[in-house]
């Protein structure tokens, strides 16, 4: 069974409970210690939160590309979704979350520009999603540490999946990337960021495919 079509299932025996923008949603959740699900329903995308006991414990990004859970899929929201609210039974909220569970509760809880950090003056930045694809000769590498910097400062970091790729939310700019294997050795690269969504890749065993 696909992914909506098992959701839809789901809301279908759900009781609705409102329209939130995510910080709403939150602080509402939190407040009534509610178990539910907030759905988003963009052009192109369907973003599922999962709640229990008021707390966000689980996400799923659903997209023509294919599906993400937990922390990979909160790093896809860009902060100006509104969710619709469905409470949903406690033992399929719990059977979900143990699928999609979010590991980094700050990666939803900072969704707010102001919670990332901005190097310089901080006019027209806007927050996009930086997603890289590491590679050795060209075969993807999973467990490589990314950090990504600005200057001296390491901005974000995070380790390679399965498929060695990470993703990031960021201010649109200019960074350093730098990609650190199992052996610890090092490779340093230029990023630019300047669209609402990016995805690239970085061979350690060559040379850098920006924007592909």
């Known amino acids: 069974m696909e992914i909506n079509d098992l959701m839809g299932e789901i809301l279908e025996q759900s ?12 602080r509402y959740s939190s407040l009534h210690s509610l178990t539910g699900m907030g759905v ?7 973003f599922f ?17 294919g599906t993400l859970f937990g922390d990979s899929a909160v790093l896809r929201l860009v902060g100006g979704e509104d969710f619709d609210l469905f409470l949903v039974a406690p033992l399929i909220a719990d059977a979900l979350v143990a699928r999609c569970r979010i590991f980094e509760k700050s990666h939803i809880k900072k969704n707010g520009r102001l919670d ?11 927050i996009g999603v930086l ?4 590679r050795d000769a060209r ?15 390491v901005i974000t970091s995070d380790v390679t999946d399965s498929a060695g790729k990470v993703c990031f939310r960021l201010l649109n700019g200019r960074y350093m990337c730098v990609v650190s294997d199992r052996t ?4 340093r690269c230029i990023i630019e960021f300047h669209d609402p969504q990016v995805e690239t890749s970085v061979d350690i065993g060559g040379t850098e495919d920006e924007n592909r």
């Not at 939160?49 to 590309?65: C, M, Q, R, T, Y």
């Not at 997603?131 to 590491?134: E, P, S």
């Not at 075969?139 to 400062?153: D, Q």
């Open 49 to 65: 939160l999962v709640l229990s006991g008021g707390e966000p414990n689980g996400a799923i990004f659903v997209d023509e590309k």
């Open 184 to 187: 610890g050795e090092r490779t």
């Open 116 to 126: 990332i950090p901005t190097i310089g003056a901080p006019t027209r930045q806007r």
């Open 40 to 46: 988003f329903k963009g052009e192109k995308h369907t």
């Open 15 to 26: 009781t609705y409970e409102g329209h939130f923008t995510l910080d709403d949603l939150l």
């Open 131 to 134: 997603c890289l694809t590491v």
């Open 139 to 153: 075969e993807p590498l999973a467990g490589a540490h990314v950090s990504i910097r600005k200057g001296k400062l």
